[in-house]
């Protein structure tokens, strides 16, 4: 099996210089865990409802005051959605 047959095709993004808050409320809007962060159609992060709880609320940092540059994990390990859906298991299991 590939990839692509197990994956979402609609992947929200955002952008690095949104709110959080603004993020959050996305993420409520599509019923989604996480934003994948992108700048001219690159991937330079990804940021997920933990990134959130644990950088931001935890801390006490203000949501509207805080961006997503800020708290993104910005080391995403992707992979081709013709990769074999085996291979994708085993980076996540690694990773």
């Known amino acids: 099996m ?9 992947v929200v ?7 959080v808050k603004e993020a959050a409320r996305l993420m409520t809007e599509f019923k989604i865990g996480s934003l994948v962060v992108v700048d001219a159609e690159k991937i330079i992060g990804i940021i997920t409802e933990g990134d959130i709880i644990r950088k931001v609320v935890a801390t006490g940092l203000d949501e ?6 800020e708290v ?6 992707t992979i081709m ?10 980076i996540m299991v690694d990773n």
């Open 2 to 10: 590939k990839v692509s047959e197990a994956m979402n095709p609609k």
């Open 13 to 19: 993004v955002a952008t690095k210089n949104i709110s």
């Open 64 to 69: 509207s005051n805080t961006y997503v540059r």
């Open 72 to 77: 993104m994990s910005k080391d995403v390990i």
């Open 81 to 90: 959605s013709d990769s074999d859906l085996g291979e994708a298991c085993q």
